[in-house]
């Protein structure tokens, strides 16, 4: 008989050392290393099996017929959105959030969805059992949905029972950390187990032309748990974030072979489920000041949607020998840049004042167009000068002043248009295609000249 032999792999990046160590050598965790048993099916190693001959495989050049991908509307926008336009048969999607943020809310709206269009929608849950399941549908008002639900974890019986009846449009599973294979001799949630059921999960979608959705578990950072290799195996990598002291959510997108990344859905978590959220922009200034010092409007992009986002900033004497400097919503080390510009090109000192800076809503940017508007709301901050109130900023800024341009001026525009907004600050170099507009625009090419004409009206109202 063979005697089995152990590994021990690292549950956060899949690698695999011959004994335990309290670090991982290959990502440089610390106590992700676990014993697993390595003697034959997919956590083992080659099998000794006779070597067989391969096939030739036909080569093809890159010109051909191409048709789009076939897909399925869920009828939520903002879903459809997100994925590009609908669901794409034979995909597959890992969808990550944090606890209790609303992935199962959100997906067993997106099943019932379905199934009402006349889909047949299948979903199994691996945390919850079915009766908890149907108290969500019927406090959501789905129960009426024909929605095929199971709770099962094996990956053998949970194929078993697709392939019993029709292929489903959408299957979702939740989640991928729960499911487990005979192939694998290793408890659930470990690396060889979600590599194995999502491997298995996978081929059966691309086989039968069904939409597969997993929910994936995420670590104190945020990621998606478990190893990398199950996001490249997937087609589109989704992250539904948002936070507990706010109503809205926002599903982001990452990764998708079928449709742009870095596209967002706004929705707004309610008493009846997970609304759509068709105007952000007016979400994030629903309760906007206009006369308090120290807040400016940013014209952002998200994806390809254009939002406008208040920036805060609070500007105060310190009487600590070293500043604080707190940040939410925004990266602190671009924060201390913009600062550095300010002291060292534009002669603003804060070197003995706190500077806080905060975006309104709780919305996390990672734009540095947003430089110009910090900047605004910094120096508004300090003066004690409220900034107009039917203003918009956008432009990045660089280490020796200078605004640069940004993407899709002409949208963030548009959309500042539309909610009232007459004029802006921006970047020069972004109204060479301007073309005509109601938009009153200011070119900007230092920052050192929007601070003197921000100080030139700070003079101006001093002296009324």
């Known amino acids: ?57 036909p080569l093809v050049g890159l010109q051909g017929d191409t048709k789009e991908a076939p897909r399925i509307q869920s009828r939520i926008a903002e879903l459809d959105r997100v994925t590009g336009g609908g669901f794409v048969r034979g995909s597959a999607l890992l969808v990550g959030g944090d606890p209790g943020i609303g992935k199962s809310t959100l997906l067993i ?26 108290l969500r549908a019927e406090r959501l008002g789905l129960a009426d949905a024909p929605v095929a639900l199971a709770a099962e974890t094996s990956v053998e019986d949970i194929l078993a029972t697709l392939q019993d009846g029709e292929p489903p449009a959408l299957l979702i599973l939740d989640s991928i950390q729960t499911l487990w294979t005979d192939q694998a001799d290793s408890p659930p949630g470990t690396v060889t187990q979600v590599r194995a059921s999502a491997q298995a999960m996978v081929r059966y979608a691309k086989k039968h032309g069904t939409t597969l959705v997993l929910v994936g578990h995420v670590t104190k950072d945020g990621q998606i748990a478990g190893p990398r290799v199950v996001e490249h195996m997937v087609d589109a990598v989704l992250y539904f974030e948002g936070d507990g002291a706010h109503q809205y959510r926002i599903l982001r997108s990452v990764k998708n072979r079928f449709g742009a990344t870095d596209e967002i859905g706004v929705f707004e978590m309610t008493g009846s489920g997970l609304a759509e959220v068709a105007n952000p922009s007016a979400l994030f200034l629903g309760e906007r000041s206009n006369n308090s010092p120290g807040a400016a409007v940013f014209a952002g992009l998200e994806g390809s949607r254009p939002l406008l986002i208040e920036v805060q900033a609070l500007v105060a004497p310190s009487p600590l020998g070293t500043p604080r400097r707190a940040v939410i919503g925004w990266d602190s080390a671009r924060l201390s840049m913009i600062l550095a510009v300010l002291e060292a090109r534009c002669g603003v000192r804060f070197s003995q004042h706190d500077v806080y800076l905060n975006v309104a809503g709780g919305l996390k940017i990672n734009e540095p167009g947003a430089d110009l508007a910090v900047a605004a709301a910094l120096v508004s901050s300090l003066s004690g000068l409220a900034l107009p109130a039917n203003c918009v900023y956008f432009g990045e800024v660089s280490l020796s002043g200078a605004i640069r341009p940004v993407a899709q001026a002409q949208s963030r525009l548009k959309e500042a248009l539309k909610l009232g907004f007459d004029k802006a600050f921006c970047p020069q170099g972004n109204l060479k295609d301007r073309g005509k507009s109601d938009f009153a625009a200011t070119g900007l090419e230092e920052l050192g000249e929007f601070i003197a004409k921000i100080s030139a009206k700070a003079g101006s109202g001093r002296e009324a």
């Open 109 to 134: 709206q997106a099943a019932a969805a379905f199934a009402r269009l006349g889909h047949r929608a299948v979903y199994i849950s691996g945390e919850e059992a079915i009766g908890q399941v149907r």
């Open 1 to 57: 008989m063979a005697r089995r032999s152990t590994s021990f792999v690292c549950q956060s990046c899949g690698a695999v050392t011959s004994k335990w160590t309290g670090r991982c050598e290959s990502c440089g965790e610390w106590n992700t290393i676990v014993e697993e048993q390595s003697g034959g099916g997919v956590g083992g190693g080659p099998a000794k099996t006779k070597a067989t001959k391969g096939r030739v495989v």
